[in-house]
Structure formats: C-alpha cells, structure tokens
C-alpha cells in the first residue's frame, strides 16, 4: 500500500478509471454481438442498424481512449464488411 499521499490518489484514480474502461469494453461487445444476432436472423435493416449504433459507440470509445483509434477503425471496418456481405446476399 502506497504511503505517499499523491500515489494514493493516483490508486484511486486508476482503479476508478478502470472499472469505466471495463464498463465500455463490455458495453462495446454488446452492441457487437447485436449486429452479429441480426446479420445471423437475417433482418438486413435492423444489422444496419445496429452497425451504425456500434460504429458511433466504437468512435466514442476511441475519443475517450478506452480503444487505440486504429483497434476502433478496424473493429468498425470488420462489421461493416459483415453487413454489407448481408444485404448484398
């Protein structure tokens, strides 16, 4: 346990920090796993979206930095690939 008062704070901080983080990872995989039950039901509007709900989510995990910006464009990427491979089909 930490002694010095700053490192204290900073303890709480990243445990704080981190149970957001956690919340939103688990919050992302939802919404994920939303778009993948409607591309599997094969309603094409309701994958769109839900795609379009994901993508923003996914973009506001980015701008928070819970996710590298990078992972975010190709989690994105991947699902609209999905998507659109659906309602081609």
């Known amino acids: 346990m ?4 700053s490192q ?8 704080t920090r ?3 983080n956690k919340a939103v ?10 778009v993948q039950t409607a591309i599997s039901g094969g ?6 979206a839900r795609q ?3 993508a923003r989510a996914l973009d506001k995990a980015a701008s928070k ?3 590298h910006k990078r992972t975010a464009a190709r989690k ?3 699902l609209a690939k999905q998507v659109n491979a659906t309602s081609a089909a």
Not at 8 to 15: G, L, S, V
Not at 25 to 34: F, G, I, V
Not at 43 to 48: F, G, P, S
Request: no cysteine.
């Open 8 to 15: 204290i704070k900073r303890n709480k901080q990243n445990e």
């Open 2 to 5: 930490a002694n010095i008062k």
């Open 25 to 34: 990872k688990s919050a992302l995989k939802t919404s994920q796993k939303k």
């Open 65 to 67: 930095g819970v996710l």
């Open 18 to 20: 981190r149970e957001r």
């Open 52 to 54: 379009r709900e994901a």
């Open 43 to 48: 309603d094409a509007d309701a994958a769109v």
């Open 76 to 78: 994105k990427s991947r």
